[in-house]
């Protein structure tokens, strides 16, 4: 028997193992295999090839049996993003099965998953933008949550790495609290974006209004072919044009010949050496046979998303850390972070009746965050700030759904454009709240017998006052571009409906008072990192997957110069 397990646990056993295949985890995937690591891949779903498994990517409306929505069966088991309208019958299989996968919101809370190789990284929204000191020293000066252990100097060479191989399409701006990208050709805004740019720039002396930062290829990437402006995104594309792990990052991690990766592999802890100090492998069950099994290695990469790495981590119990994984802080599973949404304004416009646009852009606008900026913009209100997305566009033979009309005149109304409306919504930064947490829940467990979450997060008054200046904003700048019928608009959405779930297990200066350090290592074993939501100390206003490329691929090189230096 002795034998049989050394046996096992050589044939278990990898330079590096990455849990998760999703935005980060493909990240750290490419890159440790690139340094010659022989790499495990863990991903708990299904496997996705690139164009082999999206079987709806090319398919219409009516090859759908119910013109693509969901049949009463999978309303329920998609519960979550059926409940927010984002899945259909044309995406359903790339998000997570609710029923196999519950989870307990203490607070309401929406917990958007996709659970198979790639991840969310094949339905995300795609905006990418680099956060700046304004974001890095906000903890700091303002004295919520703990002071970031990095600043923009760190980071920016990474940002630049990441966004080359990417491919972000965008235009530069020149403004120090959102920092330019390396960028390709930006898209168009239409005629009626150009306007309302012009109305709004010409009113407000602070403000911008610029297409949005993409990862959406404008001209051919490394074999990668670029948007057709088909907007069907979310179905995996087959072109390869917008970036995921599995058109991207994958591919270039196997094309190394040092990447395994193993899917229906669902990761319940983490194996810790007390004597060595470090982690030395995880604990994995099939979800297809349940067995369990252990896998091995010298470095751990936790890209499993804010709160799939959290439960793990909690989950990963011993001796040294009877209260999770790198816990001594205290603060794991705490400060919950999302961005509100859901809150704004919208309205139509007159004129440009002879105007239409070319194809369906998968992109929008963006105005950038311009309260709290310095003391000119400072408000005593609220602390942080927020930015826009939006865009314009016409009504079009949707329009007719729930007309009373009939007959040949109204069908013939419908092949005609309609008029033209413009929204904009605003994403707030949320503060790290410390009790805003997630816990174990033994009593509930999954599928396979592990146990679930409880989440506890809500918006504070701080973020709901910035989602009534937010309001209020909105409004007025709509009004001042000459839109009419417009409709001021609070949701009052909650925490996880903007998909950019983050913190948990955050970054810090002081062991006290964080779970990792500045290079994404678990303070108290330095073997592991943690590059995906969970390690983010504060929120911004911008969308943060950027963020997490330009880290893991910083990380992902401090492992491999430590494993170098023999020092992990």
């Known amino acids: 028997m002795a034998n049989l397990n050394v046996k096992a646990v050589q044939q278990n056993t990898y330079d590096a193992i990455v849990i998760g295949s999703g935005i980060s985890g493909g990240w750290a995937a490419k890159e440790l295999c ?70 307990t919101e203490v607070k309401p809370f929406i917990w958007i998953r996709g659970h198979q190789v790639g991840g969310k990284s094949i339905m995300w929204g795609k905006q990418c933008y680099r956060w700046s000191d304004l974001d890095f020293e906000a903890n700091a000066k303002d004295g919520h949550g703990v002071d970031w252990p990095i600043r923009y100097k760190d980071i920016a060479p990474w940002y630049e790495y990441v966004e080359k191989f990417a491919g972000i399409s965008g235009a530069p701006l020149g403004l120090p609290h959102l920092p330019d990208s390396h960028f390709l050709p930006p898209m168009e805004l239409n005629c009626v974006e150009r306007h309302a740019k012009e109305q709004i720039e010409s009113n407000f002396e602070d403000r911008h209004m610029i297409i949005g930062r993409v990862a959406h290829l404008t001209e051919p990437l490394n074999g990668r072919g670029q948007c ?46 007390d004597k060595k100090e470090k982690a030395t492998g995880v604990r994995v069950v099939d979800t297809e046979t349940m067995e369990e099994m252990e896998f091995y290695a010298k470095v751990i990469f936790c890209n499993g998303s804010t709160l799939g790495t959290t439960s793990i981590l909690m989950n990963s119990i011993s001796d040294r850390f009877p209260n999770g994984f790198g816990n001594d802080s205290g603060e794991l599973g705490h400060n919950l972070m999302d961005h509100t949404y859901k809150v704004g304004a919208m309205g139509s416009i007159d004129g440009f009746d002879d105007k239409y646009y070319s194809g369906r852009r998968p ?81 509930v467990t999954d599928k396979w017998g592990l146990p679930t979450l409880n989440i506890d997060c809500e918006f504070k008054e701080n973020e709901l006052a910035m989602n009534r200046q937010i309001k209020t904003d909105a409004q007025e700048m709509l009004e001042k571009a000459g839109f009419k019928d417009i409709l001021a608009f609070d949701n009052q959405s909650p925490p996880g409906h903007g998909i950019h779930e983050m913190g948990t297990a955050r970054m810090g200066r002081d062991p006290k008072s964080s779970v990792l350090n500045g290079f994404n290592q678990v303070h108290a074993a330095k073997n592991v990192f943690v590059t995906d939501g969970a390690c983010m100390t504060s929120s911004s206003c911008v969308n943060p997957s950027l963020t997490y490329m330009a880290l893991t691929a910083r990380a992902a090189n401090h492992a491999v110069e430590e494993l170098k230096k023999q020092n992990i």
């Open 34 to 103: 690139e340094k010659g690591l022989k790499t495990l891949v863990l991903e708990r779903g299904r496997m996705v090839k690139h164009v082999e498994d999206y079987p709806t990517m090319n398919k219409e409306t009516w090859d759908h049996e119910l013109r693509g929505a969901l049949t009463n069966e999978d309303q329920k088991i998609h519960r979550v993003v059926n409940d927010i309208g984002f899945g259909g019958e044309d995406n359903k299989h790339f998000y997570a099965n609710d029923i196999e996968n519950p989870y």
């Open 228 to 273: 057709q402006y088909r907007n069907r995104c979310s179905r995996g594309c087959p072109y390869g044009a917008y970036f995921s792990s599995n058109a991207v990052t994958l591919p270039a991690a196997e094309a190394t010949g040092n990447m395994t990766i193993r899917p229906f592999s669902m990761v319940s802890s983490l194996i810790y050496d």
């Open 363 to 443: 992109n929008g606008i963006y105005i950038p965050r311009y309260v709290n900026l310095d003391e000119k913009t400072k408000t005593d209100a609220f602390v942080r700030g927020f930015g826009f997305q939006g865009g314009a566009g016409r009504s079009n033979w949707g329009s007719g759904v729930n007309s009373e009309d009939f007959g040949g005149e109204f069908k013939e109304k419908l092949f005609k454009p309609g008029p033209w409306g413009f929204f904009i919504t605003g994403f707030a930064e949320c503060l790290p709240y410390h009790e805003n947490q997630v816990a174990l829940n033994h009593e």
